[in-house]
């Protein structure tokens, strides 16, 4: 099949050319995102290849459509960018990656909690500037701590595992408790996570219940210094209640992956230009915030696994035989 990849890199080409040389569909790579001003692009492209900050709302799926576009594979988990009802209105299939290494996602938010808690990012350039004093790298042992974890899906679980190593007490809120989670984890309401929890870790998809469940209301309920990861969503979080908090201290450390405006910024290299968004410079400011750009999939199994799945729904849809991981409005496979 045809098929139009947009907003692609280096890497993607790498990995989709090498998952390809099985089903050889001819794959064209377009490097811009996908929007309505480069929707045109994938005119006569039966396939449509889309990453996380594409955007596939109705302006956009209606181009699609009467460009010949069938199929939508995205070479991502979440979804929350496709007008899905849309998509089933003009009898487009779309298909994702439902999961495919949750371990890369799952560590990489610990990453972002050690790195916080020891300071390990403010250390590496003290060090190489020789300065050697210990002030401002104060951390805490993880140990004996109380972590929240909100979302027990593929990655929450994963991460309540690694957390349970630690040494730590894992409480978790999920409007679908998992019936098979290990027994440290113990399922509380929301409320009580937020209230006893010395670091929080949001996992959740974005919908609409989850759009800034961390606002002003839910960080008061939280303890003084909390610490809070997010490498679920953007949107999960108010970045401007999260500021005030920072501010006021009541915040002590945040780490993001993920950013309420991020398809502005993310997976650019954006170092020459002047950045507009002022909330996303003033969360740069803090010393105690570290920010990556949405990178916590970005590893060499979970690419592969991305790509050999993204290939296979390709295939699959095109034959009309094996798995196609089809999102659909009101059912997910
Ligand atoms: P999953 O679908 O396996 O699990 C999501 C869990 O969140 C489910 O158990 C669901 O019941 C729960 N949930 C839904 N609404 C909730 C609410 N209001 N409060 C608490 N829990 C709620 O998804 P998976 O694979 O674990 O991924 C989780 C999220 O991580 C994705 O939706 C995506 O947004 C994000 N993600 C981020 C990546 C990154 O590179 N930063 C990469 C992949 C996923």
Redesign the pocket.
């Known amino acids: 099949m045809r098929v139009a990849v947009f907003s692609s890199k280096a890497y993607d080409r790498l990995f989709l050319d090498q998952a390809n040389e099985a089903s050889r569909h001819e794959l064209v790579y377009f490097e811009p995102p996908l929007t309505a001003e480069t929707a045109a692009l994938a005119a006569g492209f039966r396939g449509v290849c889309a990453f ?1 900050n594409d955007r596939l709302d109705q302006e956009v799926l209606r181009q699609l459509h009467n460009s010949g576009t069938e199929l939508i594979a995205l070479r ?3 979804f ?1 960018n496709v007008d899905l009802a849309e998509a089933e209105r003009l009898g487009i299939t779309v298909a994702r990656v ?3 290494s ?1 371990h ?2 799952a560590e ?1 938010a610990v990453a972002l909690l050690l790195s916080l808690n020891r300071m390990t990012y403010r250390a590496y350039n003290r060090v190489r500037e020789g300065n050697f004093s210990l002030d401002g790298l104060l951390g805490f042992d993880l140990y004996g701590k109380t972590v929240g974890v ?8 994963i991460f309540t595992d690694i957390m349970h190593g630690f040494g730590c007490r894992v409480l978790a ?6 019936p098979n989670a290990k027994a440290f984890v113990h399922y509380v309401p ?1 409320e009580k996570l937020l209230a006893e929890a010395d670091i929080i870790s949001l ?5 609409p ?2 759009h800034h ?1 961390i606002d002003a209301q839910a960080i008061a309920r939280m303890k003084d210094g909390v610490v809070l990861i997010n ?3 953007g949107r ?1 979080v108010d970045t401007r209640a999260v500021i005030d908090a920072l501010k006021s201290g009541k915040i002590g450390r945040l780490g993001l ?2 950013y309420e405006e991020e398809e502005q910024l993310f997976f650019q290299d954006l170092s020459q230009r002047v950045i507009a968004d002022d909330l996303f410079m003033r969360l740069t400011t803090f010393p105690n915030v570290l920010i990556t750009g ?5 590893t060499r199994e ?1 690419m592969s696994h991305i790509a050999e799945t993204t290939l296979a729904n390709i295939s699959a849809f095109e034959q009309g035989s094996g798995t196609l991981h089809r999102i659909s409005a009101d059912r997910l496979a």
Request: hydrophobic content about 40%; aromatic content about 6%; overall charge negative.
């Open positions: 996380v991502c988990a979440g929350n439902p999961a495919y949750p890369a996602v990489h909100v979302g027990t899906g593929k990655i929450g679980l809120s999920d409007p679908a408790p998992d929301l996992h959740c998809p974005l919908t219940q989850t469940l490498t679920g969503r999960v992956d993920v949405h990178q916590a999939f970005f979970a």
